[in-house]
């Protein structure tokens, strides 16, 4: 067999730029670069998103802060993350519309896992278009209900307790006019 030859930056540079999904290159939650699908999903240009952190991407600073410290010892664990969540476009006729987002991330140094990764956006809002108005934390909980988590598995993740999730999944029934979590979790799919 003969060896690989050595790899084509061009056909790299290419493959990232055409992927079907957004794609961010990112050092210590700082966007450095970033595809076309990108700035088309979040309603802005390249040069708006490089250069400023990811922060401008969530609904909230504090949902910014929360999720960063959330993911950070599941990167340090394993160098990878994956989750839905809703984000926040910045631009365009649909700017500061929110969205689910499908959100997967790679840690390269699982040891510092913020100071650099790849991390791919993909929208999800056709099939689980946003219905509600929800505060940061009932979107949070409103993710982890629709995993199948039990309110301990969600109130661990979160770092609160059992019986706080429980009261935003009944805020979440009420709002939804869901009359089981079986009937809140359809409807959140739904919407």
């Not at 910014?64 to 394993?78: D, K, S, T, V």
């Not at 840690?107 to 099939?127: C, K, M, N, Q, Y």
């Amino acid at each position: 067999m003969s060896p690989l030859p050595p790899p084509d930056t061009d056909a790299y540079r290419l493959a990232f730029e055409l992927a079907p999904v957004g794609l961010a290159l990112s050092r210590h939650r700082i966007m450095v670069d970033c595809n076309q699908a990108m700035c088309e999903m979040f309603g802005a240009s390249r040069e708006e998103l490089v250069g400023q952190s990811f922060r401008i991407l969530y609904p909230s600073a504090d949902e910014f802060e929360r999720i960063g410290e959330r993911i950070a010892p599941i990167l340090n664990a394993h160098g990878h993350y994956s989750d839905e969540r809703i984000m926040r476009r910045v631009g365009g006729r649909l700017a500061g519309q929110t969205f689910w987002c499908h959100v997967s991330g790679r840690a390269l140094d699982r040891t510092d896992p913020h100071a650099a990764g790849i991390w791919s956006f993909e929208d999800v809002s056709a099939r689980r278009p946003v219905t509600a108005a929800l505060t940061a934390r009932e979107r949070e909980v409103a993710a982890l209900v629709m995993k199948g988590l039990t309110a301990k598995q969600a109130a661990k993740a979160l770092g609160i307790s059992p019986r706080t999730v429980e009261i935003y999944r009944a805020r979440l029934m009420r709002k939804f006019h869901a009359a089981s979590t079986v009937e809140l979790v359809q409807k959140l799919l739904l919407g």
